[in-house]
T-cell receptor
Framework: GENVEQHPSTLSVQEGDSAVIKCTYS??????FPWYKQELGKGPQLIID?????GEKKDQRIAVTLNKTAKHFSLHITETQPEDSAVYFC??????????FGSGTKLNVKP | DAGVIQSPRHEVTEMGQEVTLRCKPI?????LFWYRQTMMRGLELLIY????????DSGMPEDRFSAKMPNASFSTLKIQPSEPRDSAVYFC???????????FGPGTRLLVL
């Protein structure tokens, strides 16, 4: 089955700096890659997603890039703010409704 | 929309007891997923339903776990008998067949003593 690896496990940045989280996947049939943000005591919430026919997608301060050849995708957060502090999960899916999640990255934005 | 609703939010029980977790998906969503989240294994899919029918239960850890969806607005995940290693946060998620996006509930934090 699909295997998704996520790095780093923890990331600490200064407010205003950029943060980058990277994921790799193993199944070349995967074609949908969502990113979820999980705040303490809450369920994961979708923040951005990308499909395999697109190399990059941006939504305000958040962007995701996908390299199908290398089987990796990344989340970029610019101008980080304290409210960006949370655990971020990447996931990969072949479109058959099963998401395979990475192990998560705990982002701490220091004011 | 109220989003996915789960109850209870917290459950503490003793080993050997039966535990029932409940989920109400977003109205109009025809897929429902049960996930378990632990520090060791992360987020893992246990089972999912489409139109109230279980499609894939390959993630259910063992026979002690069972899930039902008697109608489009309600699902249960039951553990009988419960064991300390079942302690985790259990999430329910739902989606429509038209899109890939899954919407997660707030989770049930289960502690089995």
């Amino acid at each position: 089955g699909e295997n998704v690896e996520q790095h780093p496990s923890t990331l600490s940045v200064q407010e205003g700096d950029s943060a980058v989280i990277k994921c790799t996947y193993s199944d070349s049939a995967s074609n949908y890659f969502p990113w979820y943000k999980q705040e303490l005591g809450k369920g994961p919430q979708l923040i951005i997603d990308i499909r395999s026919n697109v190399g990059e997608k941006k939504d305000q301060r958040i962007a995701v890039t996908l390299n199908k050849t290398a089987k990796h995708f990344s989340l970029h957060i610019t101008e980080t703010q304290p409210e960006d502090s949370a655990v971020y999960f990447c996931a990969a899916s072949t479109g058959l409704n099963k998401f395979y999640f990475g192990s998560g990255t705990k982002l701490n934005v220091k004011p | 929309d109220a989003g996915v609703i789960q109850s209870p939010r917290h459950e503490v029980t003793e080993m050997g007891q039966e535990v029932t977790l409940r989920c109400k998906p977003i109205s109009g969503h025809d897929y429902l997923f049960w996930y378990r989240q632990t520090m060791m294994r992360g987020l893992e899919l246990l089972i999912y339903f489409n139109n109230n029918v279980p499609i894939d239960d390959s993630g259910m850890p063992e026979d002690r776990f069972s899930a039902k969806m008697p109608n489009a607005s309600f699902s249960t995940l039951k553990i009988q008998p419960s064991e300390p290693r079942d302690s985790a946060v259990y999430f329910c998620a739902s989606k429509t067949g038209m899109k890939e996006t899954q919407y997660f509930g707030p989770g049930t934090r289960l502690l089995v003593l």
